[in-house]
């Protein structure tokens, strides 16, 4: 199954390859803004934005009280499948 995975943008890591630095569950990970940035756009306006994640790009900008329901419903999955930690590094990987 393929899933996005809310973050937020916490830094710029290369304005000019497009690369952020985006928490995802509490972990920092380098992101690819290239689906969503546009021309000529100070990235350094995205810090703090929502954004889904799918395979290391943020692939659409998401409300934050959005992102952080998903953000429960998918603890509430892991909880449910008695898998505490699990969801965290199976999304991680």
Do not use: N, Y
Not at 17 to 41: F, K, Y
């Amino acid at each position: 199954m393929c899933l996005g995975v809310p973050a937020r943008i916490v830094a710029i890591a290369d304005a000019a390859r497009l690369r952020a630095v985006a928490d995802i569950l509490g972990e920092r990970r380098e992101i690819d803004l290239s689906c969503i940035a546009e021309p000529g756009e100070a990235l350094s306006d995205r810090i703090g934005q929502w954004v889904l994640v799918h395979l290391g790009f943020a692939l659409s900008r998401v409300e934050e009280a959005d992102a952080r329901i998903t953000l429960d419903l998918l603890r509430q999955v892991d909880e449910a499948e008695a898998g505490q930690g699990h969801l965290k590094a199976s999304l991680l990987a």
